[in-house]
């Protein structure tokens, strides 16, 4: 695929890629002769210059009567594109909260395999209240996903702020992994003793996500207010019968 191919897929096209290439080849030069080069007028390489800028591709400065064009290092594409991706990902909950609300009725997303149970766990940390309630079959956990993928869940709820109430089965648990913790925003009950957890299960805003165990292998996010209000008070009657850790 040409660069030029590539530039249109990350919306660099047209008098946009005729301006930048041509700014490229030049390093740092004044519009006018970046403009000359591209084969634009010189007041479209005038906007030109100002879209790019505003896209962290060129830096614009004056010297004496001229405006100067100096690019940025390429890096700035791979960087705007982090930028924007952390942008969605603010913006999602509330979006798809909007979306979910439009569309007036519940949505159930199933996924197989670990990497649907990856996209499971990691719709958890999307959740816009800060809290998270847990249902954790520990065994299965550290198979699949597995402790690292878990670990690393875990920083990330972390650096986004959010807590965990979660209960476990003493029989299939270990304490030093992953236990009460208030600087890991957890805290951690056991289950009655006559309870085997065999899956996993979070509630959070208006979904309830659930993990299946090894053996079937699937992951679902169920999005409904009424059904996670139920699992709400499920989970709270579990949490009232479970001894703290």
Known sequence: MSIESQL???????KTYQFYMAALDLGEASINEVA????????????????????????LRDVGTRRMVRVEDPIALLQQM???????????????????????????????GVDGIKKVLWDTLTCTSGRLCGILSMDELMTIPGIEVMDQLIAERLERGISLRVVRSREKDS??????SADERRDL????????????????????????????????IIESREFADLQSMLFEMLWNASTPA
């Open 175 to 180: 304490e030093q992994i992953w236990p009460r």
């Open 189 to 220: 009950r056991f289950a009655p003793e006559e309870l085997l957890l065999s899956m996993t299960q979070y509630v959070y805003d208006n979904k309830v996500a659930i993990i299946s165990s090894r053996k079937e292998n699937y992951g679902v």
């Open 8 to 14: 249109h897929r990350l919306g660099i096209t047209g």
């Open 82 to 112: 982090e930028q924007r991706r952390k942008v969605a990902e603010d913006l999602l909950p509330h979006l798809r909260s909007m979306y979910n609300l439009a569309a007036g009725k519940p949505q159930i997303h199933f996924y197989e």
């Open 36 to 59: 000359e080069r591209s084969g634009v007028r010189r007041t479209t390489g005038y906007d030109l210059a100002e879209k790019l800028e505003k896209e962290g591709l060129l830096q």
